[in-house]
């Protein structure tokens, strides 16, 4: 080999040899420290029309991680088994009270733009967080993208109780579920850029929820409003929550003086489930609620067993 060959030979293997450096370089960029690669998901997000540089720079953050556990939880999450009676307990009452009490002004300003009242919105933000007290302690795009990422029933199948891994729907639910999770998790990266919110700081509940409402991010584009006008949709303010939340309602057709069955369809839209509506209304009614409609026949009266617990 003379000079100029070997000359040539370095050269081609320092290309070579920076090549496959850099292609490492990028093929390591979204893996987190963890080792999770979330180059797929990144990949399908941009494609998607999210930017590729505000992914990146969402998953190159070491806060971001991927928690296997999330989607069983889900998958195994039984509504029923909420204990609802605690919140007509008269110490919780006594907490919505004085919630109304000291936010007056606010949620009165709130019942005359929207027509929801005050009690139903108190009621909500209880059941939901307890004013605020519970809003979650994961990261909701921790628990987004991990739901999204977690469409192989492999992937579960080591967290799931032995009753789900032999049932035969579970892999037709994982799939949805991830595919659910997916699309929430898009809306939610949107909302945050949309609004210049951190999205590394918002906390979700198990299921992605967000804010002292528990909003889907989803829902967040469609009926956030802005109400202290800053410029941004918070549902961890009061205002914003507050107003959020009615405008929800009364897109699904909350208005004064509507008929008992008509409240618990609408309800029924904020969280799918009986308990769940009966309880809203008759704390409501505890709170002082004018509006309340306690004949309301058979529809209802057969779940007030939930009061029981
Ligand atoms: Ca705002």
């Keep these: 080999m003379n000079y ?22 990028t093929a390591a ?9 979330w180059t797929p998901l990144i990949d399908k997000l941009a494609a998607d029309g999210l930017d590729k540089n505000y992914l990146s720079q969402i998953y190159n953050n ?24 605690q ?3 008269d110490s919780r009452i006594n907490r919505g009270r004085n919630f109304i009490k000291i936010n007056n002004s606010l949620m009165a300003e709130v019942e005359n733009a929207y027509g929801v009242p005050k009690e139903i919105q108190a009621a909500i933000l209880l059941v939901e967080t307890g004013f605020g007290d519970f809003v979650g ?4 795009i921790n628990i987004l993208s991990s739901m999204a990422m977690s469409s192989n029933m492999e ?12 049932d035969s729907n579970v892999t037709e639910k994982v799939t949805k579920k991830s595919q659910w999770a997916y699309n929430e998790l898009k809306s939610f990266i949107q909302y945050a850029s949309d609004n210049n919110i951190d999205p590394i700081g918002v906390k979700g509940s198990i299921f992605g929820a967000i804010g002292i409402c528990q909003f889907m991010p989803s829902n967040i584009l469609k009926f956030g409003v802005d109400y202290n006008k800053d410029n941004k949709i918070d549902l961890f303010i009061l205002d914003d929550a507050l107003a959020s939340m009615s405008n929800y309602l009364v ?3 909350w208005k004064p003086g509507i008929s008992r069955e008509q409240q ?26 004018k509006g309340y409609i306690p004949d309301y026949g058979p529809l209802s009266s057969r779940d007030l067993s939930v009061f029981e617990k």
């Design 264 to 289: 618990e369809k609408v309800i029924m839209k904020y969280n799918p489930s009986r308990p769940y509506t009966d309880t809203i209304l008759a704390v409501a009614h505890k709170l002082g609620w």
């Design 29 to 37: 960029k979204y893996k987190s420290s963890s080792g999770f690669d």
């Design 137 to 140: 302690s994961d990261l909701a």
């Design 251 to 253: 897109h699904y057709g």
């Design 155 to 166: 992937q579960v199948r080591p967290y799931l109780p032995q009753e789900y891994v032999i």
């Design 87 to 89: 919140f007509l307990e």
């Design 4 to 25: 100029f060959n070997l000359f040539r030979f370095l050269l081609l293997f320092f290309l070579v040899f920076n090549v496959g450096c850099a292609g490492t370089t």
């Design 62 to 85: 070491t806060k971001v991680i991927f928690n296997p556990r999330v989607m069983p939880k889900k998958i195994t999450h039984e509504e029923k088994k909420l204990n609802y009676a």
